[in-house]
């Protein structure tokens, strides 16, 4: 008689193995990537090397055969070590790659996707406008069809990754009479005559993270270069929707729980008034409260991306988890800072970065005001 | 080329708890990990089957979670595995245990020719160092402990021993039983990939217990064991200060000799 076979649990383990990573090779290095802004390139190819960028991706497609699940985890632990490292990471597997691996030609994928997915090159994507943020019905980037090639005009702003980037990923409008209708992504790879990108943007928190402006002056780009059909941009964009939103909502989980460490092991060390600061109340409340929202976001998140993962609508769950993380995250780096008092001010200690960092969470995937909007809509409010 | 490498799961902490009752690890709340001197091991046939090409085969024993190790092994670039696993190899001492390992590369050695194991130095939770060496002699192969660097020659292996007083470079043919302390390379990381594809269905892992390495219940586990353990307790650390006194000259002789005296230089 055969014996049931014995298998790993893929979550625990990588779990596991991603946060042995995390201790070793990206916290004692926080610091100073942190204060330079930069990521040493032989960290990159570590990560490179462990596959993390194809973590989404089907083996078929040269990527690892992960889903939204283990996607998530990679996210969450990632960010307990750096949140603006986790948030490069974490993007170059999703939005920077994504509309590429799905629409882009074989060549496109021999050239850009299978090096992407080595580390050796950088997807960046390009939504955000001047004038046009959660509104993408005021997006003005045009693509206009001339010959075999698309022409493509205007501005994108707040693009991450954009002075590293290989290539983007631009949400254009085709045909301004359809409004939201006439969206597409095209691939404009950096090259392209009339790519021009802005200074790097000077930032509150997230320092490693690349940020600048891209202007697209009268870009040609071949035919084949649109993503997906005609007209189909907004669908392919909800399509990853509820995954952006959940990736955020697992940093944002990362990033708390990293505060809510950090603070609980002062808390037991910290001596004030003949005891250690675990024993007063006050703090005791703080660290309950904590322990509570993050177990709380934790169980939101991962039962949004078993949904995402069961080809379920996780549209509404995703902007509750995406907004509940995130305040989760601000609110905990907050009260660790208050929790260590005067240390928590300094920059030898990284409650003051994570408090920082927080700042960066409450934009992507949608600003907390236009998402409970949007989940007043959705419950039909 | 075919190399096996002997992994243990450890808890991970080198300040190991002991329940005062029973005299047994406390592991809860304590992660389980591949034991480091395995995981150098693990890198350094790794690194041989990157040079020369090699099938590289993990074997641990222990009890199903131990999967993990061999799991995290497959996905740092190991081509098989094998969890030996039974109740009845429980509570063994190294005897024991070298014994129901060397029983399996018997097993191994019956389906494939087998040119090198290689072994961590030690565990970090027992330290003893015995089992590479037991294993040597269960299989009668020559042994080469303490390495550090091990390179292939025609038919012979030459390493570098890291002993107290320097390196000793031997020469020793194949097939042998390796123990190693150090690698020229950090360990590789697992790649996810091959993580996902030794949890899944087709991952070649397998799981034998004791009828399938022939192994009788007498000499395995705690019946197997020639040694008992009576006690098991955690010393107590004391502070004891030696003022050194005399000229800067004579204190730093006083300093190097006293932490040579204790091993610690």
Request: charged share 25%.
């Amino acid at each position: 008689m055969s014996k049931p076979a014995l298998r790993s649990d893929p979550e625990k383990l990588l779990r596991q193995i991603i946060s042995r990573f995390v201790a070793q090779e990206i916290t004692p290095l926080a610091r100073d990537m942190d204060e330079s802004g930069k990521i040493p390139k032989e960290l990159m190819r570590k990560i490179a090397q462990m596959r993390l960028f194809g973590m989404r991706y089907p083996v078929k497609g040269g990527g690892c055969g992960g889903n939204s699940t283990l996607y998530c985890i990679m996210s969450e632990e990632l960010a307990r070590g750096l949140l603006s490292l986790a948030a490069k990471v974490s993007k170059q597997c999703l939005m920077g790659t994504e509309h590429l691996y799905r629409f882009g030609s074989k060549e496109m994928h021999e050239k850009y996707f299978a090096p992407a997915m080595r580390g050796e090159k950088i997807g960046s994507f390009c939504l955000t406008e001047p004038e046009a943020g959660g509104d993408l019905g005021a997006v003005a980037t045009t693509a206009t069809k001339d010959g075999d090639e698309w022409v493509i005009s205007g501005m994108k702003t707040w693009i991450t990754n954009a002075p590293i980037a290989d290539f983007f990923t631009v949400l254009c409008q085709t045909d301004r009479s359809k409004g939201v209708r006439g969206l597409n992504f095209f691939f404009v790879p950096r090259d392209t005559p009339g790519v021009r990108i802005s200074p790097r943007f000077e930032t509150l928190g997230t320092r490693t993270t690349d940020i600048a402006e891209v202007a697209f002056n009268d870009c040609r780009i071949p035919g084949e270069y649109i993503l997906g059909e005609v007209g189909k941009g907004l669908k392919s964009l909800l399509s990853i929707l509820a995954d952006i939103r959940s990736m955020t909502a697992a940093l944002a989980l990362g990033l708390a729980k990293a505060a809510y460490e950090t603070a609980f092991q002062y808390a037991k060390e910290r001596q004030a008034f003949g005891k250690t600061i675990n024993k007063y109340q006050l703090i005791q409340s703080k660290i309950a409260n904590m322990a509570t929202d993050i177990w709380a976001a934790e169980l939101m998140l991962y039962e949004t991306t078993r949904k995402i993962d069961a080809g379920l609508p996780a549209g509404k769950e995703s902007m509750m988890v995406k907004y509940f993380a995130t305040e989760t995250a601000c609110r905990c780096c907050d009260e660790a800072t208050r929790i260590m008092g005067a240390y928590a001010y300094s920059m030898e200690y990284p409650a003051q970065r994570y408090f920082r960092d927080a700042r960066f969470l409450l934009y992507g995937g949608g600003t907390h005001e236009v998402l409970q909007q949007n989940i007043a809509r959705e419950l039909k409010f | 080329m075919n190399i096996a490498v002997l992994v243990k799961q450890v808890p991970d902490t080198n300040e190991i708890k002991l329940d005062p009752k029973t005299g047994t690890l406390i592991r809860e709340g304590v992660e389980s990990i591949m034991n480091p001197d395995d995981r150098l091991g693990l890198e350094t046939a790794l690194m041989l089957k990157d040079a020369h090409g090699a099938k590289v085969t993990v074997i641990s024993m222990g009890p199903p979670q131990a999967i993990d190790v061999i799991t995290e092994a497959m996905a740092m670039g190991a081509d098989g595995g094998v969890l030996l696993s039974d109740r009845n190899f429980a509570g063994a001492d190294t005897w024991a245990t070298s014994y129901t390992l060397g029983k399996a590369l018997e097993k191994l050695l019956a389906e494939t020719r087998l040119d090198l194991v290689i072994a961590g130095r030690q565990a970090i939770d027992g330290d003893t160092a015995q089992i590479g060496p037991q294993v040597a002699e269960h299989l009668g192969w020559p042994q080469v402990t303490y390495v550090s660097e091990l390179k292939l020659e025609d038919g012979s292996l030459r390493a570098w021993r890291k002993l107290p007083g320097g390196v000793e470079e031997v020469v020793c043919p194949l097939p042998a039983v390796v123990t190693v302390l150090d690698a020229p390379q950090d360990p590789r990381w697992a790649m996810v990939d091959r993580l996902l594809w030794a949890c899944g269905p087709k991952s070649p892992i397998r799981v034998w217990d004791a009828a399938d390495i022939e192994a009788p219940a007498k000499s395995t586990g705690l019946r197997g064991s020639l040694t008992q353990v009576m006690q098991t307790f955690s010393p107590k650390s004391e502070r004891k200060t030696d003022w050194i006194e005399g000229t800067a000259e004579e204190q730093a002789r006083h300093l190097v000799n006293a932490l040579s005296q204790r091993n610690l230089i």
